[in-house]
């Protein structure tokens, strides 16, 4: 059962939950960063001309999709402890980056795949009319759709990017299984330490959840910010 | 697909040997086709057409008979199936010239102002941001001059203090007098307009078509899709007539209106509202 003196104990080893949420804050956002910038490369290849690069990009997206998170998750590990000659170093003194790293890539990687997905939705979504209007003035397509197409877009896809990055928090718990030092791994540190698994994994719980809910809110914000002129 | 552009380039070559393009006009459109669907519908079936400077050209015609398409061909924003548009001299449907210099359409299109049906205006942007983009991003000139002619624009349509509004929180007219002064903010050699008064509410035509007039009277080009003909008849100097993709009559409006040659024209006229 749940008992005081457990969560106390659990409490205890509050250094290690806070060095864990460090973690999971860091790796979500680069995961976010770089996923983003996968995810808008892959859209513009699939939405342009060139075939075998349409091909390529729609192949990566389905293979990403089609395939779960802690297979890519493994794979990615192994592939770089293969392929790369990772320095084994403690990023700000506590996440051993040899595990970190292969966790960033994954994924970014991933919600690369379904980021893209979500931005050619929203470039889909923004009439030809205004292509039209932009070329008809001169713009290059590459300015047209930097200046025109993508701020229209990025209103319009950022309830659903909102989604996407929380979910990345959220799924980045699953990188504790190749060893990186995240609010999922300290709970079951914990577990090791104390006998209690039900405490820690509540006060991962309910960490996790003091990091969605804000996010979750505070691109609402950005949201209601960004569709000023769009309002009479 | 690269022998089928080749086939209509070389049939192209040949039509223009025996229709040489006017190279004094300003825009020259020779055998132009347009064809969707691998040729079963023909949007544009073979059309000549010559733009002089300083003309207002307006183009009539029953709907789907290819108004539209024909003057979103003379920017390549339709891109022809068969035919050649030149604009200064230049046939702008090539990829390189004829001293093998790469032909720019961005730098053809900086010159041919649009005005659209739908307006599109770039909604996240505010007025006098609309009108600067394209001048300042293509390097034609400063923010601070672009700003000042933008404003002075503005005020010439009536707009000098709607500048920093929002798109959305302007009139139908008045958002049209905003894409045409859009237009205007890069000097271009002519102005195309394409039925752009039909998404208007009938009390807002009026404002727009004056700026246009106005427009005329100040001696741009234009080419004008319209079905307003009464202006077509007050401020055009040349009517065109197109029906099933093919330029039935031409003329002046009042050849065109007191005196149409063709049935197809005739059954048109009597019609529509004069």
């Known amino acids: 059962m749940i008992t005081a003196e457990k969560f106390a104990a659990a409490l205890g080893y509050w250094q290690l939950f806070l060095e864990g949420t460090l973690c999971t804050v860091v790796l979500s956002a680069l995961a976010v960063l770089f996923g983003f910038i996968i995810a808008l490369l892959l859209a513009l290849m699939r939405m342009g001309k060139v075939a075998p690069l349409r091909w390529l990009a729609t192949a990566y997206v389905e293979l990403f999709r089609a395939t779960p998170m802690v297979v890519q998750v493994w794979i990615v590990y192994f592939l770089s402890r293969e392929l790369l000659d990772l320095p084994n170093f403690l990023l700000f003194g506590m996440i051993r980056f040899e595990r970190f790293l292969p966790g960033v890539i994954a994924l970014s990687l991933n919600s690369g795949a379904y980021l893209c997905e979500i931005i050619r939705s929203g470039i889909g979504s923004i009439p030809i009319g205004q292509t039209e209007a932009a070329r008809s003035l001169g713009l290059p397509a590459g300015k047209t759709m930097r200046l025109v197409i993508l701020p229209q877009a990025m209103k319009n896809i950022l309830p659903a990017l909102a989604n996407e990055f929380v979910t990345i928090i959220k799924e980045s718990a699953i990188t504790y299984v190749i060893g990186v030092q995240d609010i999922m791994s300290a709970a079951n540190s914990v577990k090791g330490a104390t006998y209690s698994t039900l405490e820690g994994l509540i006060i991962a719980a309910v960490l996790y959840f003091c990091l969605c809910f804000p996010t979750s809110k505070i691109i609402a914000h950005f949201e209601r910010k960004m569709s000023r002129g769009y309002k009479r | ?274």
């Open chain 2, 1 to 274: 697909m690269a022998t089928r552009d080749k086939l209509a380039r070389e049939r192209t070559e040949e039509y223009l040997a025996e229709h040489p393009a006017d190279t004094e006009a300003l825009i020259s459109v020779r055998g132009l086709k347009k064809y969707y669907n691998k040729g079963v519908i023909k949007a544009l079936d073979g059309v000549d057409v010559d733009i002089h400077k300083g003309e207002v050209v307006v183009i009539i015609g029953p709907s789907g008979g290819g108004k539209s398409t024909l003057l979103r061909s003379l920017n390549l924003l339709e891109e022809p199936t068969e035919g050649a548009v030149f604009f200064e001299g230049v046939d702008i449907t090539r990829k390189k010239d004829d001293e093998g210099k790469k032909i720019d359409i961005n730098t053809v299109r900086q010159k041919m102002g649009m005005v659209f049906q739908q307006f599109n205006l770039f909604p996240h942007k505010t007025v006098i941001e609309n009108m600067i983009l394209a001048p300042v991003q293509l390097g034609r000139l400063k923010e601070a001059d672009a700003r000042a002619k933008a404003q002075a624009l503005l005020e010439r349509v009536g707009l000098g203090d709607r500048a920093d509004a929002y798109p959305i929180q302007l009139s139908g007219g008045q958002q049209q007098r905003v894409a045409i002064v859009r237009a205007l903010c890069m000097d271009p050699d002519v102005m195309l307009f394409d039925e752009p008064t039909s998404a208007l509410d009938p009390e807002m035509v009026g404002e727009v078509l004056d700026v246009m007039k106005q427009l005329a009277l100040e001696g741009m080009t234009m080419a004008v899709v319209t079905h307003e003909m009464h202006f077509a008849r007050e401020v055009g100097s040349r009517i065109l007539f197109l029906a099933d993709g093919k330029l039935v009559e031409q003329g002046k409006p009042d050849e065109i209106f007191s005196n149409p040659q063709s049935e197809r024209l005739k059954d048109f006229l009597s019609k529509v509202l004069i």
